[in-house]
């Protein structure tokens, strides 16, 4: 999940090219037929190419035209967040989320109403370093009665990083015990190994296979999204010397300029690689690496991102949950590869900072978003959710 408002500074301003006035309009209007036939064929032919390889039916063919014509809008809840994670004990579904100790709300519904019933930690995070008031994206789970939640701190642009975990025998407020620091990046104890070295250690989440095996997911910016193996106990390394990494998701291409006082500890020198807030999810066979792309955060009405720059939620899979991860035209995530499962629409803009959760007999993705008529600032986020349909084993959002 995108560690929030701070580190979003690595953001440039894009210039837009856009016609002059140098053409007479009947020859604008002209390129812009011809444009339009050629983008048609083009089209045509991917959508032809991508139905002979993936789609055995009819039903599935429209079930895909449609889906991917548009994004269904969001399901509203009124609830401002930011990097959720929802669970679901018994009745009760429970929200985390970025905020002071970290927020944890109730509802007897996914679409509520929700009611703030307390914070995670009694206090700030024992790791001494970057926002240990409120850490960033928690991501909880569940294991034979055990909750755990892993957070991360940092510091605004930078990747002097750590993720972080806590306990608890109960989902709620007030017996959570801070074991501190997993793992680290830039500085610190373990922050000279690799990938620590060239990574940044926030959006954690954890993903438990059927078999048991535990993997932490992490990872933003500095070469993308990282994993490693945990050790039983769930708050360790498998290995602290040896951490058996696997790099999962890359964008390879800059969307901007690097600041000029970029250094690798505080600003990448390559430019903003917009990739983070990585999840994991397992249906049927296959694992999903879910991230968001673009930028999210403290945006401005008047300097948005470019079309298609803002957050969108995409998706690779694979049937290790090691990956490699691969997008519906065979591209690995690692290669710029990732297919776009939702983004803005209507009154839903830059959507992200996801999860995916199953309730009953089918998974929900949950994430942020921002509605540019009521505000665009970190604390105008709110929360929504689609259910989720796979259809040849991909996902897609339903309204």
Sequence with gaps: MCAWIHRKDDRQDQSLITAGDAFPRRWIKMLALLGLVGLFSVSLG?????????????????????????????????????????????????????????????????AGPWKHVGNLLDANSVIPKGDRAAPWAPTVIEVDGTYYCYYSVSKAGCRDSAVGVATSDSPGPGNWFDHGIVIQTGTGNGSDIEPYTVSNAIDPATLITPEGDAYLTFGSYWNGIFQIPLDPDLISPASTT??????????????????????????????????????????????????????????????????????SIRVG???????????????????????????????????????????????????????????????????????????????????
């Design 46 to 110: 991917v959508s032809i190419n991508a139905r002979d390889q993936n789609f055995a039916n009819d039903q599935s063919l429209e079930e895909f035209d449609l889906a991917f014509s548009q994004f269904p809008p969001t399901r509203q809840t009124k609830q401002h967040t930011h990097d959720p994670t929802i669970l679901r004990v018994g009745d009760e579904y429970y929200l985390y989320n970025v905020g002071e100790h970290i927020f944890i709300h109730t509802a007897p519904t996914m």
């Design 242 to 311: 040896e951490p058996d990494a696997r790099q999962l998701a890359w964008e390879p291409q800059s969307l901007g300029m690097p600041s000029r006082l970029a250094n690798n500890i505080c600003g990448d020198p390559t430019g903003p690689h917009a990739i983070e807030g990585a999840f994991t999810s397992y249906n049927d066979g296959w694992y999903y690496l879910w991230y968001s792309h673009g930028f999210c955060c403290n945006l401005k009405q008047d300097n948005l991102p470019a079309a298609g720059q803002e957050y």
């Design 317 to 399: 899979r694979s049937q290790s949950p090691r990956g490699p991860f691969f997008d519906r035209s065979g591209t690995d995530l690692v290669n710029g590869g990732g297919e776009i499962v939702y983004g803005s629409n209507g009154d839903t803009y830059a959507p992200g900072g996801q999860g995916v959760m199953r309730d009953g007999d089918q998974d929900v993705l949950y994430y942020h978003y921002l509605n540019k008529t009521v505000g665009i600032a970190f604390s105008d986020a709110l929360l929504g959710f689609n259910p989720l349909k796979y259809v040849d084993g991909w996902p897609i959002a339903q309204a």
